[in-house]
């Protein structure tokens, strides 16, 4: 990762925080929404369907868009098969001790057998489709000190911007550690950097690693060229 575009998208982060937090932009709600999303999600609720469309509310667009609603057919198959799709969140959440190679192949068996659920109840509908993003969005919700949200488009220009070499892949042949380095990497220079902890107004932001997961796009937008 080359440092020193790094700390440019540092510097015009800093130099234009008022604005990217300004309260029409209010990038602040990405950092509340996990709260409460986990006061709201329960693999033992009775009612998972009813469960899960609370927590779907509360996610926004963060998960499912007006196009994709991977999150909204888990829902949709819990009517129909409660126990399976909690089976299905239950192994993706077990103990992996931090092992990534083993995290995804949990995120490959998710996306396994929600294709089989969406062949059975809703073939052929690619809003259906869970992906790679989506499932390491459950992740995240689930566990955000240990996992990292993922856009394609965002994750790919910040690479290009600081010079992060390495290719995580996509699809079946996406590899987590890959990805989660770069993140890693990011995490550690922001906690390094002198003038972010510095800031009164950074240092709420600064205290948990899925708040600072969440500034890959931003930093991405204020690189100059």
């Known amino acids: 990762m080359n440092t020193s575009r790094l700390q440019q998208l540092f510097a015009h982060y800093i130099d234009k925080f008022?604005?990217?937090?300004?309260?029409?932009?209010?990038?602040?709600y990405k950092w509340e929404i996990?709260?409460?999303?986990?006061?709201?999600?329960?693999?033992?609720?009775?009612?998972?369907?009813?469960?899960?469309?609370?927590?779907?509310?509360?996610?926004?667009?963060l998960?499912?868009?007006?196009f994709q609603q991977p999150f909204y057919a888990l829902i949709a198959y819990a009517r129909e098969e409660p126990e399976t799709v909690r089976t299905m969140f239950r192994d993706l959440f077990a103990?992996?001790?931090?092992?990534?190679?083993?995290?995804?192949?949990k995120i490959s068996a998710f996306i396994a057998k929600s294709e089989e659920l969406k062949e059975?109840?809703?073939?052929?509908?690619?809003?259906y489709t869970n992906d790679q993003r989506s499932v390491m969005s459950y992740l995240f919700?689930?566990?955000?000190?240990?996992?990292?949200?993922?856009?394609?488009?965002?994750?790919?220009?910040?690479?290009?911007?600081?010079?992060?070499l390495e290719d995580w892949g996509a699809g079946a042949n996406f590899k987590l550690d890959?990805?989660?380095?770069?993140?890693?990497?990011?995490?550690?220079?922001?906690?390094?950097?002198?003038?972010?902890?510095?800031?009164?107004?950074?240092?709420?932001a600064m205290k948990?690693?899925?708040?600072?997961?969440?500034m890959i796009p931003i930093f991405t937008c204020w690189l100059l060229t």
């Open 18 to 28: 008022e604005y990217i937090n300004n309260p029409e932009l209010n990038e602040n």
């Open 95 to 105: 103990d992996d001790d931090g092992d990534l190679k083993i995290r995804q192949q």
């Open 178 to 204: 890959i990805y989660y380095r770069m993140c890693d990497e990011l995490v550690k220079a922001i906690r390094d950097c002198p003038a972010l902890p510095s800031w009164p107004q950074m240092q709420a």
């Open 120 to 127: 059975k109840y809703a073939p052929g509908s690619w809003r």
């Open 208 to 214: 948990t690693r899925r708040r600072i997961c969440m």
């Open 34 to 61: 996990v709260k409460q999303y986990q006061d709201i999600f329960n693999l033992d609720a009775p009612d998972l369907a009813g469960m899960l469309t609370e927590a779907w509310r509360i996610t926004s667009n």
């Open 141 to 164: 919700f689930h566990d955000p000190e240990s996992n990292y949200l993922y856009k394609s488009t965002e994750a790919h220009e910040f690479a290009d911007c600081v010079e992060f």
């Open 63 to 66: 998960i499912d868009s007006q």
